[in-house]
């Protein structure tokens, strides 16, 4: 059996058989201000990311290290590819979704739903069947800091894009904040994060989950799955076993599919989202506030596009 390294805190002897005893976190980079959107490009051998409140995208890859990927980003946040590989991102400024063609031009997909603005698109995944799905809380508008004050038009909600169509159909919209979403290995549950409404109270923090209908877009359920301590949910990706490696206030909490807390990676900074890559698809790359760090694990992530 595998034990966990010094970074780690194992808390279910499951745990102990994703991590690596001689494997600890690895700072790649730093000097940003706020870091989001992490995505694996293994084709170019490299991660993408955004660097929000600089307005840009950053690249980084071992061979070269860190160098701007596009400037300005239009305040870009969540990213993924889509089954051909073409860069997805959700923007703040210009609150859209927009897809990086191969020749480097910029399709922009969607800018509203139901004849009203979006409010500011935050992250996004791409099912198997195409279709993009992707949450729209109002964070991105409430301050200057990533992308500027505007007004909010419609309620926040969950989204999918249809790929054929590009009709953009409202999935859930009883959240306060919705943020991270991933669909499960089999693509039958879809994980969100709620994350709450700035300013309330008692503001309600958990992760989601909804149940997929054999239509292959349509939703129920919606009940709570798991609540992180200290703080909230951000972003978070699932691994080829089912298991959410969730970005945290203390670092990367690790839940089994049954809603149990496996273990945590331990973080300097709080992480805001994550996503598995490099050989084997088993490093977990991390964006923590105003860094990139990288942990090779035990376990791969679900197949990416």
């Not at 800018?111 to 603005?117: L, P, Q």
């Not at 508008?141 to 990533?146: I, P």
């Not at 203390?250 to 989202?273: E, I, Y």
């Amino acid at each position: 059996m595998n034990q966990p390294s010094e970074c780690t805190v194992s808390f279910d002897r499951r745990f102990d058989e994703l991590v690596l005893f001689n494997a600890e976190l690895e700072l790649l980079a730093e000097g940003f201000r706020w870091v989001e959107g992490p995505v694996w490009f293994g084709d170019h051998n490299c991660l993408l990311f955004n660097d929000i409140p600089n307005n840009r995208t950053m690249r980084w890859s071992p061979e070269h290290g860190v160098s701007v990927f596009r400037e300005p980003s239009d305040y870009g946040n969540g990213q993924t590819r889509d089954r051909q590989g073409r860069l997805i991102t959700c923007h703040h400024a210009s609150r859209c979704l927009t897809r990086l063609e191969p020749d480097g031009t910029v399709t922009t997909l969607a800018t509203e739903a139901h004849g009203k603005r979006l409010n500011a698109p935050n992250d996004v995944v791409v099912k198997s069947d195409g279709s993009i799905w992707f949450s729209d809380p109002l964070y991105g508008l409430l301050n200057d800091y990533e992308g500027g004050r505007q007004q909010s038009e419609q309620p926040v909600a969950l989204y999918r894009l249809d790929p054929k169509t590009g009709a953009v159909e409202t999935m859930a919209s009883d959240f306060d904040g919705p943020n991270g979403l991933a669909f499960s290995p089999d693509e039958r549950k879809l994980y969100v994060a709620e994350s709450g409404a700035p300013g309330v109270a008692d503001p309600r923090q958990y992760i989601r989950v909804f149940d997929m209908a054999a239509d292959g877009h349509s939703l129920s359920g919606g009940e709570i799955f798991h609540k992180v301590t200290p703080g909230w949910a951000d972003g978070f990706r699932v691994d080829e076993q089912g298991n959410l490696w969730c970005g945290a206030a203390d670092g990367v909490h690790c839940v089994a599919a049954d809603g149990t807390l496996l273990g945590k990676v331990l973080v300097p900074q709080r992480v805001s989202n994550l996503c598995f890559g490099d050989r084997h698809h088993s490093r977990l790359f991390l964006c923590a506030s105003k860094a990139i760090y990288a942990l090779f694990t035990n376990t791969r992530g679900a197949q990416a596009p």
